[in-house]
């Protein structure tokens, strides 16, 4: 009991001397109201330039945000050409393989035929077909003729 007593009249004489402090403290403030006008104007004036340089600021973000968004639509756009490109590129590549396995193909073929037609030649040669070989290595004459003289030895 006696500590609530003691605690309660603490505080009443905190609160006295709080008082006390601030009302002495008031006095000057009270006084020199016209500085602190002053400052306030000074203050106030410091909030408005804030203001103002937080509107640039942000001015200015918003503007690097739209170049930023335009950049990335360029970027996405570039990108998506390069993946054609890239894409067209490989099936241009995969064309010229088919391609050059056919040209090899193609090259054995002739060569292959190129060995028939010899040995059809030589064995021409060899059964006296002198005029056919003639016409075919001059080639001179028309086709017409060339067929007729390769047909000539087959009817006989």
């Known amino acids: 009991m006696k500590l609530r007593y003691l605690f309660r009249n603490t505080i009443s004489l905190y609160t006295l001397l709080c008082v006390f402090a601030f009302s002495c403290s008031a ?3 009270f006084n020199n109201q016209n500085t602190t006008n002053e400052k306030l104007k000074n203050v106030k004036s410091e909030i408005s330039d804030a203001k103002s340089q937080l509107k640039n600021v942000n001015k200015r973000r918003n503007s690097l945000e739209n170049q930023l968004k ?6 996405s756009s570039i990108t998506a050409k390069i993946q054609q490109n890239n894409k067209n590129k490989s099936e ?3 064309k010229l393989k088919k391609l050059e396995q056919e040209k090899i193909i193609l090259i054995t073929s002739k060569q292959r ?3 028939l037609l010899a040995k059809q030649l030589r064995a021409a ?3 006296g077909h002198h ?3 003639m016409l075919l290595l001059n080639q001179k004459e028309s086709s017409n003729n060339s067929t007729y003289y390769y ?3 087959i009817c006989k």
């Open 27 to 29: 006095e000057p403030f």
């Open 70 to 75: 335009e950049s990335d639509i360029s970027i």
């Open 92 to 94: 241009i590549q995969n």
């Open 113 to 115: 035929q190129e060995k």
């Open 125 to 127: 040669y060899s059964a």
């Open 131 to 133: 005029d056919y070989i």
């Open 151 to 153: 047909k000539l030895p």
